[in-house]
């Protein structure tokens, strides 16, 4: 069955202190692997596509990349202004679906 | 560019009426248009998919005659809660893929929030 796991469920980080979050996908097929901020009472909002292992993307503070089993989202520096709910969805090979994580819950405290 | 709409933004209505959403792509062609059901502080839950022109293709679990799906043109899709109960209460976002694109994502909506009382 094809699973996707976000760790941690939430995560509180002083500005200016980086770190990671984690997407693990078990999956037949790969198609593409997603990226969202949601923040409280609205839709997502889009941030990255990685398409194959070792792809990178970037923008402003935020990096992801791409493994075979993972994919990680890297905040450097983080302000309180990236506070929210930070979503990995995954597409399988042969449908424009989305499986979703259980997103990480981000607070970035001043 | 790639902007969602959704309408109304929040709905509050009486148990046993219907309630319709509407999501439009503003600045683009949407082949595809996907509906999701959000509970607090969960993810999103695919409840179905929708081709223009074409029926809706169900989740399993979701209800088809609850949950009507209107895809009728390449830019609006709606979605109508038949006798809505207090348990239909919840966030619904929809979501777009453009039909032009050469990549997969898709954008979402701003999400309507629906109360039944």
């Known amino acids: 069955e094809d699973q996707v796991t976000q760790s941690p469920e939430a995560l509180r980080l002083q500005e200016g202190e980086s770190s990671s979050l984690n997407c693990s996908y078990t999956?037949?097929?790969?198609?593409?692997l997603f990226w969202y901020r949601q923040d409280p009472g609205k839709g997502p909002e889009f941030l990255f596509t990685l398409y194959s292992a070792g792809e990178e993307k970037e923008k402003e503070r935020l990096k992801a990349t791409l493994t075979k089993k993972e994919s990680f989202l890297h905040i450097t520096a983080p302000k309180p202004e990236d506070s929210a709910t930070y979503l990995c969805a995954v597409q399988t090979s042969g449908t424009y679906k989305y499986i979703f994580g259980t997103g990480t819950r981000l607070k970035v405290l001043a | 560019g790639a902007v969602v709409s959704q309408h109304p933004s929040w709905v509050i209505c009486k148990s046993g009426t219907s309630v319709k959403i509407e999501c439009r792509s503003l600045?683009?062609?949407?082949?595809?248009m996907f509906w999701y059901r959000q509970f607090p502080k969960q993810s999103l839950m695919l409840m179905a998919t929708s081709n223009e022109g074409s029926k809706a293709t169900y989740e399993q679990g979701v209800e088809k005659d609850k949950f009507l799906i209107n895809h009728a043109s390449l830019t609006l899709s709606t979605l109508t809660v038949t006798s809505a109960h207090p348990e239909d209460s919840s966030f619904y976002i929809c979501?777009?893929?453009?039909?032009?694109?050469?990549?997969?994502?898709?954008?979402f909506g701003p999400g309507t929030r629906l109360t039944v009382l």
């Open positions: 979501s777009a893929r453009p039909r032009t694109s050469t990549y997969n994502e898709q954008f």
């Open positions: 600045d683009f062609q949407a082949t595809t």
């Open positions: 999956v037949s097929g790969l198609r593409g």
